[in-house]
């Protein structure tokens, strides 16, 4: 006898299981989404509590006395790299120029060698 299948039913069955996956990836990616919101929210917080805390320093509060209240102590910015639009200027308003760095030959040629200056050593 042939085995008779219904597939209707088959078709069914694959659907249920099709939306339970997809129903799993759905939560996977609102939860995602909850915590890249969270990050942003907290980053912004931060952001938000060290401006407070600078300006309490420029009004005059001690940072070891902010710091006992359980805050960060405010922390200088890191200072601006110079980049081609940042160098000096010299008193005719153009870039500054500095005068290359000579190289000595040795260091120049790299002509070291790792492993016999550590069988020296």
Excluded: C
């Excluded at 980053?43 to 001690?62: E, I, M």
């Excluded at 006992?68 to 790299?81: D, I, M, Q, V, Y």
């Amino acid at each position: 006898m042939a085995t008779r299948y219904n597939l209707d039913e088959i078709t069914r069955r694959a659907e249920e299981a099709h939306q339970q996956r997809l129903a799993a990836l759905r939560d996977t990616v609102t939860a995602a989404d909850a915590v890249a919101d969270a990050e942003a929210q907290l980053a912004q917080l931060r952001s938000d509590l060290d401006t407070a805390v600078a300006l309490a320093v420029d009004a005059g509060w001690n940072e070891a006395e902010l710091a006992s209240f359980g805050l960060p102590t405010a922390s200088p910015k890191p200072a601006k790299k110079r980049t081609s639009t940042t160098r000096r200027r010299n008193s005719s308003g153009s870039a500054a120029t500095t005068p290359a760095r000579e190289i000595p030959r040795a260091e120049a040629a790299d002509t070291s060698d790792p492993e016999a200056d550590q069988a020296a050593a």
